[in-house]
């Protein structure tokens, strides 16, 4: 039982470069979730999906696209990378949508120069 | 909007020493209150869970309570040991599951 787990673990782009993050969980969750974590910022909600077939905006969308390919699998694409985008980004699942606990995975660190 | 705020940043302490972390949100109508650990260049491990109709709940060496009315958690840790070095973060879980995170208290605590 992995959990969730996230690839690449590292990633270095240029700007205007365009990539995938990738997450899946075994833990049979229903809902998804993206977050990016900056120095003095915190973390913070990128996209989430409450169920196969559904996602949903967070607090800072903007420049990123997802998909949940499947019950296991929830991507994050970035057509066109900048430098703000430079942060380390955690994929979380949880069992259901309201008010339950979230697991997260090892994150990834981006940096686009 | 909610507002989590975590005090304080930084915490350093002798070994064996008890300490209090704490939390506070703005919005009092939460779901439920969830506390993590980060290790320097890892991912969140989740140490407690409270939902909002708990006062409070216990792992091992860690107690965490929650008082919804005044907007506050905290997080004690007893006879604290070299290995609880890490960053401390509180989330509030709220409207549709959404977490908004502290910025975290980082503990240092030496042998």
């Known amino acids: 039982n992995a959990g969730v787990t996230q690839t690449p673990k590292f990633q270095v782009l240029k700007t205007g470069q365009s990539m995938t993050l990738q997450c899946a969980q075994d833990?049979?969750?229903?809902?998804m979730y993206w977050y990016r974590q900056d120095p003095g910022m915190g973390l913070r909600l990128i996209y989430y999906?409450?169920?196969?077939?559904?996602?949903d905006k967070g607090e800072v969308p903007n420049g990123y696209n997802v998909s949940r390919l499947n019950k296991r699998e929830f991507s994050l694409r970035l057509e066109s990378a900048a430098p703000s985008q430079t942060s380390v980004y955690f994929c979380?699942?949880?069992?259901?949508?309201?008010?339950?606990?979230?697991?997260f995975g090892p994150g990834t660190r981006l940096t686009v120069l | 909007k909610q507002e989590v705020t975590q005090i304080p940043a930084a915490l350093s302490v002798p070994e064996g020493e008890n300490l209090v972390l704490n939390c506070s949100f703005t919005?009092?109508?939460?779901?439920?209150l969830q506390w993590f650990r980060q290790d320097p260049g890892k991912g969140l491990t989740s140490l407690l869970l409270?939902?909002?109709?708990?006062r409070e709940q216990t792992s091992g060496r860690l107690n965490a309570s929650l008082d919804k009315s005044s907007g506050r958690s905290t997080l004690y840790i007893a006879a604290s040991q070299p290995g609880d070095s890490a960053t401390y973060l509180c989330?509030?879980?709220?409207?549709?599951?959404?977490?908004?995170f502290g910025g975290g208290t980082r503990l240092m605590v030496k042998p």
């Open positions: 919005d009092s109508a939460i779901y439920n």
């Open positions: 979380a699942s949880s069992e259901l949508l309201a008010g339950v606990e979230q697991f």
């Open positions: 989330a509030v879980i709220w409207a549709g599951n959404m977490l908004t």
């Open positions: 409270i939902q909002s109709s708990q």
């Open positions: 999906s409450a169920s196969e077939g559904t996602t």
């Open positions: 833990m049979n969750h229903n809902s």
